[in-house]
């Protein structure tokens, strides 16, 4: 079974607009961490942001902000006033905490996001 | 600038050739991975290690093997390549092999088997 789900496989927006990209995770632990990764059209995966099983608070960092839901097993990124520059694959990933041996991030199969100029 | 170094950056290798990538770390990181990254999967971990000298199986491990000579660099070989091994790879360290580490990732390398 998929451990995390990114049911949007493509999104396009026009500049300025919000989106909201999906991510719903699959996991028996208590403990564990969830990322955002960012692959822009240059290919290399840029870490974005961090969230533990126990921290639901959301997160914002300028026009990026995170909504983590327990209830709902989602942890879902959304960018405001987006722009260009934001065209890229986003990928969603989770590591767990119980897991022996590899500190393995199990990834979603990634949101291609494209702003419209 | 610190990070991770991943070479080459594109190959075209014919299929049952040997190919060794390279990758290579200045931030004395414990832990090192090889992810492959296709096309409507995501990427999955082909192998990793926890610290010099040790190495384990990720969740598709077969065709390739890797060695952890030292702290810095943990190359992955293909011993025969085959054209499922098609794919971008990714090499990747944490400072610690606990869950909460962070991942950081290198440039990746565009492996097409022919």
């Known amino acids: 079974a998929q451990k995390v789900t990114q049911a949007q496989t493509e999104i396009s927006v026009v500049e300025k607009e919000d989106v909201t990209l999906d991510c719903v995770y699959e996991t028996r632990d208590t403990t564990y961490y969830l990322f955002w990764y960012k692959q822009p059209p240059s290919g290399e995966l840029v870490f974005l942001i961090r969230r533990n099983s126990f921290d639901e608070q959301n997160e914002i960092s300028g026009r990026y902000s995170w909504n983590f839901q327990k209830s709902t097993s989602s942890f879902n990124f959304t960018i405001t006033a987006s722009q260009v520059v934001d065209s890229a694959v986003y990928f969603c990933?989770?590591?767990?905490?119980?897991?022996?041996?590899?500190?393995?991030?199990?990834f979603g199969t990634g949101t291609r996001l494209t702003v419209i100029p | 600038i610190a990070g991770i170094t991943q070479a080459p950056t594109s190959q075209i290798l014919a299929a049952g050739r040997r190919m060794t990538l390279r990758c290579t770390q200045d931030?004395?990181?414990?832990?090192m991975y090889w992810y492959r990254q296709d096309l409507g999967l995501g990427l999955r971990l082909i192998h990793y290690?926890?610290?010099?000298?040790?190495?384990g199986k990720g969740e598709v491990p077969d065709g390739y093997s890797v060695s952890r000579a030292n702290t810095d660099d943990f190359p992955l070989t293909l011993a025969s390549a085959v054209p499922s091994q098609t794919s971008v790879y990714f090499c990747?360290?944490?400072?610690?092999?606990?869950?909460?580490?962070?991942?950081?990732f290198g440039a990746g390398t565009r492996l097409s088997v022919l």
């Open positions: 990933a989770l590591s767990e905490q119980g897991r022996a041996g590899a500190n393995n991030l199990f």
């Open positions: 931030m004395r990181h414990n832990a």
């Open positions: 290690s926890n610290t010099a000298g040790t190495t």
């Open positions: 990747a360290s944490s400072a610690g092999t606990a869950a909460k580490n962070i991942q950081y």
